[in-house]
Nanobody, 125 residues
Framework: QVQLVESGGGLVQPGESLRLSCAAS????????IGWFRQAPGKGREMVSC????????YYHDSVKGRFTISSDNAKGTVYLQMNSLKPEDTAGYYC??????????????????WGQGTQVTVSS
């Protein structure tokens, strides 16, 4: 049974950092693509970043390039999202999701069928 559990959210000031974790169980990370999504109140869901552990390819939304880093520890079954230089506009619920095989060439276009419950990130002074 595929399960995803996010953690690491919180309240931080602008410019500070957070590291989100997505603990995956019931499948092997290198067989799936993992994405981080966010949704702010009144806004649609958007993909922030994704990774294919099988070959290490990643994707970042333009708004987070250079500030966020996604990584995968297959041995621990965990995907991380390191978020630096946080801005108030990064405030949202953050969700990790898994796209099952066959994995598409680009994780950004993969269908994400499994979702975690989310973790809240609030950036405010």
């Amino acid at each position: 049974q595929v399960q995803l559990v996010e953690s690491g959210g919180g309240l931080v000031q602008p410019g500070e950092s957070l590291r989100l974790s997505c603990a995956a169980s019931g499948f092997s990370l290198d067989a799936y693509a993992i994405g981080w999504f966010r949704q702010a109140p009144g806004k649609g869901r958007e993909m922030v970043s994704c990774i294919k552990s099988s070959d290490g390819t990643t994707y970042y939304h333009d708004s987070v390039k250079g500030r966020f880093t996604i990584s995968s520890d297959n041995a621990k079954g965990t995907v991380y999202l390191q978020m630096n230089s946080l801005k108030p506009e990064d405030t949202a619920g953050y969700y990790c999701a898994a796209a099952p095989p066959p994995i598409r060439p680009m994780c950004v276009i993969s269908p994400y069928d499994y979702w975690g419950q989310g973790t809240q990130v609030t950036v405010s002074s």
